[in-house]
């Protein structure tokens, strides 16, 4: 009988938005909405399963960027304020509803919940939730890849190779530091592929990659078994392709996350009550935030809405999460029929917003998924590592240009909206390129400031501004934090001219962008 297995894996990721001036900044309060509804939650059903001996296994990402936030003490204690005034909030809104015993359960169940998120964040996990994502990563259930520093769109930088070294190196440092671990899997930032890439992850002892699904169908030569098995490369790099059914399946037109018994995400008091009633949690802008107060279902029309009811929602979750295994298994069957290998396999991945933030029902899915994963034995519940272990063995092909953005090949990042970026940005970089090799051996104030101008190349180089462009989303955010990155660098490419350095402004601007202390500028030289 044929070997089937399946793998899942998570994205965890946000952009470096840290408002040391505002703490009660939306781009903040982005971060803690995540730790609240997908991060804490994720460890708690770690721990649920842990308790009850189901031996689960789940491929994560977990970025620098959202790594550096959330370790950063100023962040860390502005959560802590975030989730008191959501308490606050709570109790309020359950005096408000004393006349209605079911949105005021609602209330008293969301308000039980950010009393639990502030006792596991504060006395749990003592403000460090990354450490318990290395506790399951040691003990086997997770495997964490390591990524980009900046969640960089790699392929735009292949003409210029030591901007993709520096990339994956910071990346790496960054991942050792915070988890003290040597990850053979690497996660290509918008699973952004181009030929030439396996080269550079390969020379830093990184042994595979997810692709996009059409990075590997129109692989020269062909993939034999297509995305139901792993390939190499040339340098024996081994890919996966992504299941293209996974995400649909959920969020497609027909998918789980759109059943009228879930929870409906766009009715939030934070968008509906009367100002006066958010005044315990909006900054001093007044601005409208999501809460997670939320009462009613995916049923609920823009006249008249339904109440969401928890217990039928997780009966729902359950239905979903045994029809989503029933499909896999499905797939498996046929994919190993029409194989003539002895082994098929397929790798789903999600960003894991969709688990908690965008579906709230998503954890308990996820739960119980893995519950009844734990009781058939037809598909094995696998990670990458597992299913590259004879990777000398595979198919030997040369993967196609893809990526998971745009219409498949990331054009959403180079468009009508954020095309002027790429000029600066590239420029940039090619100079800090020759500042690298020019200055090969400088220390003190001058080593300073040739760091710091890495760090803002980085910075500017992370793919969450264009995005964030494309999208419409925080768009002058995006502009202002990009322009800002070029500027720095700027200003250190000339004070390097002039030899003439502002300690003041070095300073400053180093306790602004407080990521990658240990950065090194030499990152940028040209490798031999």
Not at 331 to 350: I, M, P, Q, R
């Amino acid at each position: 009988m044929k070997k089937k297995s399946f793998a899942l894996h998570l994205l965890l990721h946000q952009g470096y938005f840290r408002d040391i001036n505002n703490s009660e900044s939306d781009k903040n309060q982005l971060l803690f909405y995540a730790i609240s509804q997908t991060y804490l939650p994720l460890l708690n059903m770690f721990a649920n399963l842990e308790s009850d001996g189901i031996n689960f296994k789940l491929g994560l990402t977990i970025t620098p960027s959202l790594c550096t936030l959330l370790t950063d003490p100023v962040v860390q204690q502005s959560y802590i304020e975030w989730l008191d005034k959501l308490i606050l909030l709570g109790e309020a809104e359950i005096k408000k509803h004393e006349g209605n015993p079911g949105i005021q359960e609602l209330a008293k169940e969301y308000l039980r919940t950010c009393k639990r998120n502030k006792r596991d964040f504060v006395e749990t996990f003592n403000q460090d939730i990354l450490s318990k994502f290395a506790y399951y990563a040691h003990k086997g259930n997770i495997e964490l890849f390591a990524s980009a520093a900046t969640n960089c769109f790699l392929p735009h930088y292949i003409d210029l190779k030591e901007a993709i070294h520096a990339q994956v190196e910071a990346g790496l440092i960054a991942h050792k530091s915070f988890f003290n671990l040597a990850p053979e899997g690497f996660w290509l930032p918008n699973l952004g592929y181009t030929p030439g890439l396996e080269h550079i992850l390969r020379s830093y002892g990184l042994n595979y990659s997810i692709i996009e699904t059409h990075g590997l169908l129109f692989s020269t030569p062909p993939s034999k078994n297509g995305i139901f098995s792993p390939v190499r490369s040339e340098n024996s790099f081994a890919f996966f392709g992504r299941d293209p059914y996974a995400e649909k399946e959920i969020m497609g037109d027909e998918g789980y996350i759109h059943n009228e018994i879930y929870r409906n995400e766009e009715n939030d008091i934070g968008f509906e009550s009367d100002i006066e009633e958010l005044t315990a949690i909006l900054d001093q802008n007044k601005e409208r935030i999501s809460t997670g107060y939320k009462y009613f279902s995916k049923a609920s029309k823009s006249i008249e809405k339904k109440q969401y009811d928890i217990e039928k929602a997780r009966q729902q979750a359950d239905k979903d999460a045994q029809d989503f295994l029933a499909k896999k298994i499905d797939l498996l069957h046929k994919a190993a029929e029409l194989s003539e290998e002895d082994e098929v396999s397929l790798v789903a991945t999600f960003d894991a917003s969709l688990f908690g933030e965008k579906w709230f029902e998503g954890i308990d899915w996820l739960e119980r998924f893995f519950r009844h994963a734990s009781k058939q034995e037809e598909i094995n519940i696998e990670n990458c590592s597992d299913l590259a272990k004879n990777q000398f063995t595979l198919q030997v092909v040369q993967p196609y240009h893809s990526a998971a953005s745009g219409f498949g090949y990331g054009e959403d990042l180079v468009d009508s909206s954020n095309e002027w970026m790429v000029r600066y940005v590239h420029k940039s970089t090619e100079r800090m390129i020759d500042l690298a090799q020019r200055f090969t051996d400088d220390t003190g104030l001058k080593a300073r400031a040739l760091n710091l101008a890495a760090k803002e190349i980085l910075l500017a180089q992370a793919s969450d501004w264009p995005s964030m462009l494309h999208k419409k989303n925080y768009p002058d955010f995006a502009r202002e934090a990009f322009s800002q990155n070029i500027s720095s660098f700027a200003t250190v490419f000339e004070s390097l001219g002039s030899n003439n350095t502002s300690t003041e402004w070095l300073t400053n601007t180093e306790r602004a962008h407080q990521i990658f202390p240990w950065i090194n500028y030499r990152i940028f030289s040209k490798k031999k």
